[in-house]
């Protein structure tokens, strides 16, 4: 049976991003906690009910990986998911909390997210496209899910109409504009999983001084035509969680605000989004050098720069990290 809006009832604010914000709602009928992501779609209705009509695979998707799908339902100008909630938050949160993860965490989140990523490809050839700490979410059975994958074309064209985003947990390949594919997704879990193991974003170091709580605004002349692929966009917007988002409008050079932010300690301020997207194209890879060698290897792999060489989420389940990480009961609810 379809979700109505008028049967939820609002419980909390779980917090929001780029693409919208989610809330803490209960379903009345059926007494069930969910998390409710509203996302603001400045298309027709005509495009809104096709994004609708393609939300409905989510439908089939079931997996100890996955968060589960409730439905989804128009409101005004938006469209409402509800999903599964999960009470221990996202992997962002819970390491601006805790801090870094331990060694046994962080095979056991490796096993997971490619497990999830290895469902989604393999029975509905859906690539996530948006790995990163804020979409891995854990709740207090133990359980790591993966979320805000893209299944609608439309719902992902709807949001790149106001905003592009391009996170700087993109892959080099799709920096300089080439097709999304699954090993996007393995580049993107490699920067997490730096990210997870020493509480903070690889890149911080290449940042530069100036200091502030929260990082700070920048503001940056930008060429559309540079390494970001010129879009359609027609709202900037900027984003302040961890890593940096940004936001390009049509047209030649203009002025963009940038917020760039490492979770909770003092960040030393920022390099600008160009110079570490460039970075990220032409330097070498980031490397971990905590947690002994399977979990290198691991984040060497997941980080090879060659597409073609870069294994795919399947083919990384048999790294040691991850074998390792099958043999071990880890009872993950009493450590996060
Ligand atoms: P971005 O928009 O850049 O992808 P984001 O993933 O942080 O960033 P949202 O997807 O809007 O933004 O999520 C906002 C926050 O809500 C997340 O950081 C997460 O902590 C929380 N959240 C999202 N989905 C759930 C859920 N199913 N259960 C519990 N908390 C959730
Ligand atoms: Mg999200």
């Given amino acids: ?35 409710k992501k509203t996302i ?21 998707c079931h997996s100890d990986y996955i968060i589960e799908f409730y439905g989804a339902y128009l409101e005004g100008p938006h469209i409402c998911m509800c999903m599964e909630y999960m009470d221990r938050g996202s992997l962002d949160r819970i ?15 490796a096993l997971s997210v490619l497990r999830g990523l290895t469902y989604l490809y393999d029975v509905h050839r859906i690539i996530h496209r948006d790995v ?19 299944v609608s074309g439309e719902l992902i064209n709807s949001i790149a109409d106001t905003f592009v985003g391009t996170s700087t947990y993109m892959s080099p390949e799709r920096i ?25 974003f690889p890149f911080a170091d290449v940042e530069e ?12 002349t930008l060429n559309a035509n540079s390494t970001l692929s010129p879009s359609n966009a027609t709202r900037p917007r900027a984003s302040s969680r961890a890593g940096t988002t940004i936001g390009v409008t049509q047209g030649v050079a203009m002025k963009q605000s940038v917020k760039t932010h490492a979770p909770k300690k003092k960040t030393k301020g920022v390099m600008s989004i160009l110079d570490l997207l460039q970075f990220i194209v032409n330097e070498d890879p980031p490397r971990l050098t905590k ?17 073609k060489l870069r294994p795919t989420p399947k083919q990384l389940l048999e790294q040691n990290l ?3 990480a099958l043999k071990k009961e880890i009872k993950l609810n009493e450590i996060l």
């Avoid at 379809?2 to 009832?9: A, F, N």
């Avoid at 993107?188 to 903070?200: D, N, P, Y």
């Avoid at 001084?209 to 940056?220: A, M, T």
């Fill in 322 to 324: 991850i074998q390792e």
């Fill in 1 to 35: 049976k379809e979700i109505r809006g008028d049967e939820l009832k609002v419980l909390d604010e779980l917090g929001s991003g780029n693409g919208g914000t989610v809330s803490k709602v209960v379903h009345e009928p059926s007494n069930t906690t969910m998390a």
């Fill in 132 to 150: 990163k700490p804020s979409n891995i979410l854990i709740n207090s059975k133990g359980q790591i899910k993966l979320c805000d994958f893209g």
């Fill in 176 to 200: 300089q504009g080439a097709q999304y594919t699954v090993k996007s997704d393995v580049w993107s879990l490699g920067i997490t999983m730096i990210e997870i193991a020493l509480g903070r």
């Fill in 291 to 307: 947690f002994g060698k399977n979990a290198q290897d691991f984040v060497d792999k997941c980080l090879i720069k060659d597409v």
């Fill in 95 to 109: 390491i601006r909390k805790h801090g870094p993860v331990s060694y046994d965490v962080f095979g056991q989140i």
């Fill in 209 to 220: 001084e100036e200091s502030e709580e929260e990082g700070r605004e920048d503001d940056l």
């Fill in 40 to 60: 603001l779609i400045e298309s027709q209705s005509p495009i809104r009910r096709q994004i609708l009509r393609e939300l409905q695979i989510l439908h089939h």
